[in-house]
Nanobody, 120 residues
Framework: QVRFVESGGGLVQPGGSLTLSCTAS????????MDWYHQAPGQEREEVAR????????WYPAPVKGRFTISRDDRKNMVFLRMTDLKPEDTGTYYC?????????????WGRGTRVTVLS
C-alpha cells in the first residue's frame, strides 16, 4: 500500500528557512519522479518542485525558483524540500507525491502533509 509521510513544517519568520522531509513506501520509489505540492488555505493544491529519477534534474515554478531546492535519497525512499527566504504566501500545507495524475493502475493516496506558517 502506497503511503507518504511528510514532516518538518513549522512556524517561521519571513526570510526564514525550513527543510521538509517525506518518507515514501509501498512502491518502487527510485523509478518514479517525485513532486512537492503546496496548498494555501482555501486554494487548490499546486506543484512547487519536481525531481526526476536519479535526482540529476529538478523543476520549479517561477514563484519559488531560487528559493526552494528539492532532493531525494533513494536508499531511504525519501524526498526533501529545502525552503529559504520564506514569504507569507508560502504558508500552507505541503505534500509529496508522484506527478499527477499518477500512473494508471496504482493508487497514490495523499498523506496528511506538513503545515508551514510564515508570519506576516
Amino acid at each position: 500500500q502506497v503511503r507518504f509521510v511528510e514532516s518538518g513544517g513549522g512556524l517561521v519568520q519571513p526570510g526564514g528557512s525550513l527543510t521538509l522531509s517525506c518518507t515514501a513506501s509501498g512502491f518502487d520509489f527510485e523509478y518514479h519522479m517525485m513532486d512537492w505540492y503546496h496548498q494555501a488555505p482555501g486554494q487548490e493544491r499546486e506543484e512547487v518542485a519536481r525531481i526526476v529519477q536519479g535526482g540529476d534534474r529538478q523543476w520549479y515554478p517561477a514563484p519559488v525558483k531560487g528559493r526552494f531546492t528539492i532532493s531525494r535519497d533513494d536508499r531511504k525512499n525519501m524526498v526533501f524540500l529545502r525552503m529559504t527566504d520564506l514569504k507569507p504566501e508560502d504558508t500552507g500545507t505541503y505534500y509529496c507525491n508522484v506527478p499527477q495524475p499518477p500512473p494508471a493502475g496504482q493508487e497514490f493516496p495523499w498523506g496528511r502533509g506538513t503545515r508551514v506558517t510564515v508570519l506576516s
